[in-house]
């Protein structure tokens, strides 16, 4: 069983469009993070949501917005999609933050975005 | 200056050969530490944390924490082909209780080859 699953695993999309990938994990999580992770492999965090809250929330453009159903799936939608949007966006889970499980963070697989 | 920094490589060395990676990090307040193992089109794994200064062992990984210097190594013994990835230091405060934030800094990543 696929313990944090990403869909699409691949989007290609001109600019201006709207696109969404979802996320879901199985492993009883409670915390989960949107990564991004540009051409030269330099991850960064993007947003961070602890049971449907929103807690880590980087300088990511408005353009970017991330919804949490329940504490299993965390979804990225992106309106008017830029060039500079390329890269791939990993999702990931873990234990609660602040109880020592924070740092042990596992990762889907990733999703390969290309804005043409 | 980036937070962490990270020797991008490429790195190749012969199968058998001890392999050392390094990150230096600016932040004082990163208190976990943590390497995680990229294969291509992968999401990244995590190998080996540690809190604070010290050693850990797991296997054939060593990693190693200097918090005086600022200063961070993965060692790999015996590397084989199957350990050519992409590394990738990650980092992280404690929040006043001593736990993690979940939020992990990354270094650009090290790609590594074992060849035989």
């Known amino acids: 069983d696929t313990a944090v699953s990403q869909t699409p695993k691949y989007l290609v999309t001109q600019m201006g469009n709207d696109k969404s990938i979802k996320c879901e994990q199985n492993?009883?999580?409670?915390?989960m993070y949107w990564y991004k992770q540009d051409s030269k492999k330099f991850l960064k965090i993007m947003f961070s949501?602890?049971?449907?809250?929103?807690?880590i929330n980087e300088t990511v453009p408005n353009r970017f917005s991330p919804k949490s159903p329940d504490k299993a799936h965390l979804n990225l939608h992106i309106n008017s999609l830029e060039l500079g949007d390329s890269a791939v966006y990993f999702c990931?889970?873990?234990?609660?933050?602040?109880?020592?499980?924070?740092?042990?963070?596992?990762f889907g697989p990733g999703t390969r975005l290309l804005v043409l | 200056q980036k937070e962490v920094e990270q020797d991008p490589g490429p790195l190749s060395v012969p199968e058998g050969a001890i392999v050392s990676l390094n990150c230096t990090y600016s932040?004082?307040?990163?208190?976990?530490f943590m390497w995680y193992r990229q294969y291509s089109r992968k999401g990244p794994e995590l190998l080996m944390y540690?809190?604070?200064?010290g050693n850990k062992e797991d296997g054939r990984f060593t990693a190693q924490v200097d918090k005086s210097s600022k200063y961070i190594s993965l060692f790999i013994r015996d590397s084989q082909p199957s350990d050519s990835a992409t590394y990738l230091c990650?980092?992280?405060?404690?929040?006043?209780?001593?736990?993690?934030?979940?939020?992990?800094?990354f270094g650009q990543g090290t790609i590594l080859t074992v060849h035989p």
């Open positions: 949501y602890n049971n449907k809250e929103l807690i």
């Open positions: 990931a889970s873990s234990r609660t933050s602040g109880t020592g499980g924070g740092e042990t963070q596992y």
């Open positions: 932040n004082s307040a990163f208190q976990y």
């Open positions: 492993l009883g999580h409670d915390t």
């Open positions: 990650a980092m992280s405060r404690v929040n006043a209780g001593g736990t993690s934030y979940g939020k992990l800094t």
């Open positions: 540690t809190y604070s200064s």
